[in-house]
């Protein structure tokens, strides 16, 4: 399980008096413990559930370091930089922007999308296949630009 990774990664980041780690790892245990307790009495979070808590976390992070970037608050935006990285550690690769569009092509003959009209239905499939693989946004960006 993630959580207990993460427990363990804790430990490490203390003993190594790693600041920047410590403050990502708590915020991921923080998140899990919240998505596990949301979920109901249910002891464990499946692992598209920590998915997805993982890339709130990101997407979270990159709002407020476009917003201190604009702001010119470097300090700030370096802290949001290095949570992201380590959170990202725990994600899967990503997958390249042409990959994406390379699977995006095949997926829409698989599922007979002609227009933008079928794009719901490209979507909730390609999310599901790509779940941590590739950002949301950029899936609705490339689905959007082939059915055009």
């Known amino acids: 399980m993630l959580?207990?990774?993460i427990d363990q990664d804790i430990k490490k980041a203390m003993l190594a008096k790693d600041?920047?780690?410590?403050r990502g790892l708590r915020a991921i245990k923080s998140a899990l413990l919240l998505a596990r307790t949301e979920k109901g009495a249910s002891e464990t979070i499946s692992e598209e559930?920590?998915?997805k808590?993982?890339?709130k976390l990101i997407k979270q992070r990159k709002e407020s370091a476009d917003i201190y970037q604009a702001q010119n608050r470097d300090d700030l935006y370096q802290i949001e930089k290095e949570e992201m990285q380590v959170i990202e550690a725990y994600l899967p690769q990503?997958?390249?922007?042409?990959e994406i569009q390379t699977y995006l092509q095949e997926m829409i003959k698989r599922v007979g999308a002609a227009s933008v009209k079928d794009m719901g239905k490209?979507?909730?499939?390609?999310?599901?296949?790509l779940a941590g693989k590739a950002d949301g946004k950029t899936i609705s960006e490339i689905?959007?630009?082939l059915l055009q």
């Open 19 to 22: 600041d920047a780690r410590l």
């Open 49 to 51: 559930t920590e998915l």
């Open 3 to 5: 959580i207990e990774t």
């Open 53 to 55: 808590v993982l890339q």
């Open 122 to 129: 490209v979507m909730g499939t390609a999310n599901k296949e």
């Open 143 to 145: 689905v959007k630009q």
């Open 94 to 98: 990503q997958i390249s922007r042409e």
